[in-house]
């Protein structure tokens, strides 16, 4: 069993930034595919930034250019620095895995269909 554990949310103004954690304790491989998923009151969950093994990353259109994915294997750690932030980036922030093996062609999925390992959340507050 991986258990995650996310850190790091907090309000901040629009236009500010914060960097979260997600520490993974239990049974962890560097082959683990790594995300980053939100979700606001009232709406679907939704795909913020995922990162394979190799370290190729994808990301949600609406954060790109403004945040980034990045893991440290060594201390079992994955990060999402978020900069520019804005009022609609306002949810509850989820790291999570996906264990399984994928081929080479499997595309990095937003979706968290894939996933089966969550933390329990870290908040982040924008204002305007």
């Known amino acids: 069993q991986v258990q995650l554990t996310e850190s790091g949310g907090g309000s901040v103004q629009a236009g500010g930034s914060l960097r979260l954690s997600c520490a993974a304790s239990g049974y962890t491989t560097n082959s683990y595919r790594m995300g980053w998923f939100r979700q606001a009151p009232g709406k679907e969950r939704e795909g913020v930034a995922v990162?394979?093994?190799?370290?190729?990353?994808s990301y949600a259109d609406s954060v790109k250019g403004r945040f980034t994915i990045s893991r440290d294997n060594a201390k079992n750690t994955l990060y999402l620095q978020m900069n520019s932030l804005k009022p609609e980036d306002t949810a509850m922030y989820y790291c999570?895995?996906?264990?399984?093996?994928?081929?080479?062609?499997?595309?990095?999925?937003?979706?968290?269909?894939?996933?089966?390992?969550w933390g329990q959340g870290t908040q982040v507050t924008v204002s305007s």
């Open positions: 990162i394979d093994s190799s370290g190729s990353t």
């Open positions: 999570a895995a996906d264990p399984s093996p994928r081929p080479r062609w499997y595309p990095l999925n937003l979706s968290g269909t894939d996933f089966n390992y």
